[in-house]
């Protein structure tokens, strides 16, 4: 039995890769540092892919894989559905870092193509991964984040741009159980993980975000126990026994407008601190970008993302607005 830093070492792992071992009634299989599949031998008809790290220095969610694995290694989660952990950036882990050269969440869908650092090489290899690995119908993709700042609604969800499709009640149920009571509508492809998995693999795929980044070790787990119970349930029980839809749980959030830095001076006119979800009153100026100011243009705009260090040309501010329930398309 590997100790577990030799299964989510970056580097120490090695020996494993492309290796496999038996445990009661399962194949636990290395494909790459940080890659674990998990074939039961009875599969069920779901294929889950939890991912953490795509952000090196958000720890909790890799703390929270690497607690399942822990579990699963000595045989006391016992996991009934195909299932592949990824830990997407292992070098930025090890440098306690975001990311090394380039943002990894947003070098998916082909956008790795464009460049030639370890995040755009990674990102590749991730896809090939995740294509490998979904073969069933039902599939479903969890990408674990934690944010930089403090949140109004301290966990939410990306749920990716469907293309008009519908939203999923069973998703928005599951995210709720997890404590994610707040989801924030894309509607537009994007080049993060989550997207990825729903435009190529038509899985249900989610951008988590499960509290506020702190260094390894100082996570109040707790604060996760409601993800960190989903999360086991949905590999190890045939079927989620989920309570009923209720509109009422869920907050939805769709995205007004995105602010990018098109000029070396650009400031944004609110605290480094303020939380995301802030609203703003009408008229408030929130950023300034050379000659352009931007101001609260909708009752209940709030700003989410902030970061006004990006480079040129990039998003340094997201806006959202609130959306009744009732006014989503849900099946
Ligand atoms: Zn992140």
């Known amino acids: 039995m590997p100790d577990l830093p030799d299964v989510l070492g970056p580097y120490e792992g090695q020996a494993l890769i492309g290796t496999s071992l038996r445990i009661e009634s399962a194949r636990i299989e290395f494909w790459d540092a940080g890659v674990i599949a998990i074939e039961p031998d009875q599969p069920g008809d779901k294929d889950v892919v939890f991912s953490c790290a795509v952000h090196g220095d958000e720890t909790a969610p890799i703390e929270i ?3 399942m694995l822990t579990d699963i290694l000595a045989g006391k989660l016992q996991v009934k559905h195909r ?9 930025a882990i090890v440098n306690g870092t975001r990311f090394i050269d380039v943002n990894m969440n947003r070098l998916f869908s ?7 650092t370890p995040e755009h090489h990674r990102a590749a290899k991730l896809e090939q991964y ?5 073969k069933q119908q039902r599939r479903f993709h969890y990408d674990l984040h934690t944010a930089i700042r403090d949140s109004a609604h301290e966990k939410f969800a990306v749920y990716p741009f469907t293309h008009g ?4 009640k069973e998703q928005l149920t599951f995210l709720a159980e997890c404590g994610v009571d707040t989801i924030l509508l894309n509607q537009a492809p994007t080049t993060t993980f989550s997207y990825y998995s729903v435009r190529e693999h038509n899985a249900d795929a989610f951008t988590v975000e499960l509290g506020k980044v702190r260094p390894f070790g100082e996570n109040d ?5 409601d993800a960190d119970t989903m999360f086991r349930k949905l590999i ?12 009422n749980r869920h907050h939805v959030y769709d995205v007004s407008r995105s602010i990018d830095r098109t000029a070396e001076d650009f400031r944004l006119n609110f605290a480094d601190n303020v939380a995301n979800f ?11 970008d050379g000659e352009n100011e931007y101001t609260v243009e909708q009752p209940g705009e709030r700003i989410i993302f902030p970061n006004a260090k990006v480079a040129l040309g990039q998003r340094a501010l997201l806006t959202v607005v609130p959306m009744p329930v009732e006014n989503l398309k849900l099946v």
């Not at 499709?165 to 999923?168: A, E, L, Q, T, W």
């Not at 787990?221 to 126990?225: E, G, L």
């Not at 190890?236 to 509109?247: A, G, I, R, V, Y």
Request: aromatic share 12%.
């Open 130 to 134: 995740v294509s490998r690995f979904f």
């Open 65 to 67: 894989v690497r607690d």
């Open 236 to 247: 190890s029980t045939s079927e989620l026994d989920l309570p009923k839809f209720d509109s």
């Open 165 to 168: 499709g519908p939203y999923k």
């Open 278 to 288: 802030t609203e703003f009153e009408l008229g408030h100026l929130l950023a300034v």
């Open 110 to 116: 082909g956008a790795h193509a464009q460049g030639d």
């Open 221 to 225: 787990m707790s604060r996760f126990t």
């Open 83 to 91: 299932t592949l952990f990824l830990i997407a950036n292992p070098a």
